[in-house]
């Protein structure tokens, strides 16, 4: 069983900047890929990122990093928008199974809320 904890969430003011975490309970982190996801009031869960291939609605603004030492996934998202107001989950899947299918994510985390004022 792999528990995923989301921290770094909060309000920031449209242009501004939030660091997400994702910190891995246990298991083997190698064994898994961590990306991101976020989901708006009324609208489907969808893909953010993993690292080095994100979302054309997030890309060059958002950056996906890893710490192997410390079992954490961050997503550093810089120059926000009032669109980017979601909780934001970070989910693990294989290393071999597709990034972006939900389908493919064994594990998900509870989820963090991010909120963006005009």
């Known amino acids: 069983q792999v528990q995923l904890l989301e921290s770094g969430g909060g309000l920031v003011q449209a242009g501004g900047s939030l660091r997400l975490s994702c910190a891995r309970s246990a298991g083997t982190f190698s064994a898994y890929i961590i990306d991101w996801f976020r989901q708006a009031p009324g609208k489907e869960r969808e893909f953010v990122g993993t690292?080095?291939t994100y979302a054309d609605s997030v890309k060059g603004r958002f950056t996906i990093s890893r710490d192997n030492a410390k079992n954490t996934v961050y997503l550093q998202m810089d120059s926000l928008k009032p669109e980017d107001t979601a909780i934001y989950y970070c989910a693990a899947r294989f290393s071999w199974a597709a990034a972006g299918n939900k389908d493919n994510y064994r594990y998900w985390g509870q989820g963090t809320q991010v909120t963006v004022s005009s």
């Open positions: 690292i080095g």
